[in-house]
């Protein structure tokens, strides 16, 4: 939870619809980003990762996390779905959009937004194994622990948080709140 000082520091951001708590503050975004961007460092000193980002939600926090990294990295981009806009897991997941970039022989770094039923991930490790990357780890800002349908491993992790829909920070409701640059829950009453 940011301090009344910290969330004064916010700018306004207009939403269509009433936030009922912000979780994770700006500040503490930042912090932690950069810690996890150390951590990354320091496991792939020598290699040159590929970071994977699974648009459009893990874009934001990638964005942030490859200027917290030091060491030279490359980026791709997949996009799968399984919500069709709403706030359940619909169960199926597809890839809507692949990477450009080969995976065989190296060291992957999958970057999601949040594990949530672990479904999207498990799915996307599943496919990333068949093409024979040296290693494959999984990188994720956000995990609800109590939503948990399929058990998943997380190598890097930034926070976990309640099992409750969220917003901003890349995250999207109906595809907005995307740009908000804190963690919040939105109310839906
Ligand atoms: P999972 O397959 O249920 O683990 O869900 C993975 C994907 O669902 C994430 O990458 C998000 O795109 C989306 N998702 C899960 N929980 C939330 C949430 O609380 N807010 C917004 N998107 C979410
Ligand atoms: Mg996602």
């Given at each position: 939870m940011p301090t009344e000082d910290a969330l004064r520091s916010i700018p306004a951001y207009e939403l269509d619809r009433p936030m009922?708590?912000?979780?994770?503050g700006p500040d503490e975004l930042t912090a932690r980003v950069r810690e996890m961007g150390r951590q990354v460092s320091d496991t792939y000193r020598g290699s040159v990762p590929l970071l994977i980002s699974v648009l459009k939600g893990g874009v934001v926090f990638l964005t942030d996390l490859m200027r917290a990294i030091t060491i030279p990295h490359h980026i791709d981009f997949l996009q799968v779905s399984s919500y069709e806009g709403g706030t359940?897991?619909?169960?199926t997941v597809r890839i809507m959009s692949d990477l450009g970039?080969?995976?065989?022989?190296r060291d992957v770094l999958i970057v999601e937004d949040i594990v949530d039923t672990g479904l999207t991930l498990t799915y996307l490790l599943k496919q990333l194994e068949i093409r024979q990357p040296r290693s494959l780890r999984v990188c994720a800002?956000?995990?609800?622990?109590?939503?948990?349908?399929v058990d998943v491993r997380v190598d890097f992790l930034g926070f976990e948080i309640p099992n409750e829909f969220v917003v901003g920070y890349g995250l999207d409701y109906e595809e907005k709140y995307?740009?908000?640059?804190y963690i919040g829950v939105l109310d839906f009453k």
């Amino acid at each position: 939870m940011p301090t009344e000082d910290a969330l004064r520091s916010i700018p306004a951001y207009e939403l269509d619809r009433p936030m009922k708590a912000i979780l994770i503050g700006p500040d503490e975004l930042t912090a932690r980003v950069r810690e996890m961007g150390r951590q990354v460092s320091d496991t792939y000193r020598g290699s040159v990762p590929l970071l994977i980002s699974v648009l459009k939600g893990g874009v934001v926090f990638l964005t942030d996390l490859m200027r917290a990294i030091t060491i030279p990295h490359h980026i791709d981009f997949l996009q799968v779905s399984s919500y069709e806009g709403g706030t359940k897991t619909t169960g199926t997941v597809r890839i809507m959009s692949d990477l450009g970039i080969n995976v065989a022989g190296r060291d992957v770094l999958i970057v999601e937004d949040i594990v949530d039923t672990g479904l999207t991930l498990t799915y996307l490790l599943k496919q990333l194994e068949i093409r024979q990357p040296r290693s494959l780890r999984v990188c994720a800002l956000l995990s609800k622990p109590a939503a948990r349908q399929v058990d998943v491993r997380v190598d890097f992790l930034g926070f976990e948080i309640p099992n409750e829909f969220v917003v901003g920070y890349g995250l999207d409701y109906e595809e907005k709140y995307r740009n908000l640059p804190y963690i919040g829950v939105l109310d839906f009453k």
